[in-house]
Structure formats: C-alpha cells, structure tokens
C-alpha cells in the first residue's frame, strides 16, 4: 500500500505558475507508475499526467500539453507537477494517484488507479 499527501496548490492569476508536490509513503514507491488528476465543479475527474516508475516515460493530456511538466523523485518518494502559464480553465482539485498495474493503455484512466491523495486546490483567476 501506499499513502499519497498532496500539497502546494493555491490562488494563481492566470498566466501564472504553480508547483504541486505528492509525496508518498512506504519503501515501493518507485514501483508505481503515478498520474495526476483534477476535478473541477460539475464535471467529471479527468486525465492530467502520468509517469511511468523511472521517470523516462510522460503522458500528457493535450489541454495542458506543452505547459505542465510531471516529474519524480523516486530516492524522495515525490512526484512533482509543474504548471507554467496556467489558465481559468485549470480550476480545479488536483489528485495525485498510484498503482502498481497500469500499462500504456490503462494509464490515462482513472479507474485503473487504486491509491489516491486527497487533493489539493488550484484556483486561477482571470
């Protein structure tokens, strides 16, 4: 098992950047592949990033392509999101998660996540 803690999301004006951290417990953390998701209000949790279990491997959502970077720190059980010119429409809870079993083609779904943090806020204002 793992346990995800989720941290530095806040109130941004758009065009910002923001760094969210997600540190993890346990000694296996760099046997998950890790993803991010966020929910905005009303809608349904969706696909923001993952990486696979070295850090070689990124998959990116094309809405936040190109201006989110995720990384990890495996020897600091950490993965990062970095959010540079971030817009209106990534309001959002941000939710990091693991699992041990995805493949290429179940990374991007949420259900195939079985551990998940509790999230964390962004909030970009106009």
């Known amino acids: 098992q793992v346990q995800l803690v989720e941290s530095g999301g806040g109130l941004v004006q758009a065009g910002d950047s923001l760094r969210l951290s997600c540190a993890a417990s346990?000694?296996?953390?760099?046997?998950?592949?890790m993803g991010w998701f966020r929910q905005a209000p009303g809608k349904e949790r969706e696909f923001v990033t993952a990486?696979?279990?070295?850090?070689?491997?990124?998959y990116y959502a094309d809405s936040v392509k190109g201006r989110f970077t995720i990384s990890r720190d495996n020897a600091k059980n950490t993965v990062y999101l970095q959010m540079n010119s971030l817009k209106p429409e990534d309001t959002a809870v941000y939710y990091c998660?693991?699992?041990?079993?995805?493949?290429?083609?179940?990374?991007?779904?949420?259900?195939?996540?079985?551990?998940w943090g509790q999230g964390t806020q962004v909030t970009v204002s106009s």
């Open positions: 998660a693991a699992d041990q079993r995805l493949t290429i083609t179940t990374i991007r779904d949420s259900h195939e996540y079985d551990y």
């Open positions: 346990g000694r296996t953390f760099s046997s998950y592949r």
């Open positions: 990486i696979n279990r070295s850090g070689t491997m990124t």
